[in-house]
């Protein structure tokens, strides 16, 4: 299993600190990530590298709902049949 596919809100929100450099404690799950730097490039390469990953995430689902908990409600939809 690769390793960049995230599976807690802890994992999702260190792969966006990377991304926009605060820490991650400083991400609020229910924070505007576009308002808080990322860029639709960004939201790109994670849904890409999270594929990858085996988590089959969708761009559209992530751009909808750019939050940690938006996400995390996302990934366990997408692999709840996993």
Known sequence: ??????????????????????????????ANLVLLGLTSLDLMRLSGRWRRGGIPVKFESLVADPTIEGWVRHVAAVTADS
């Open 1 to 30: 299993m690769n390793t960049e596919a995230p599976r807690s809100a802890d994992e999702i929100r260190a792969a966006v600190a990377a991304l926009i450099s605060p820490e991650p404690e400083d991400i609020p799950d229910h």
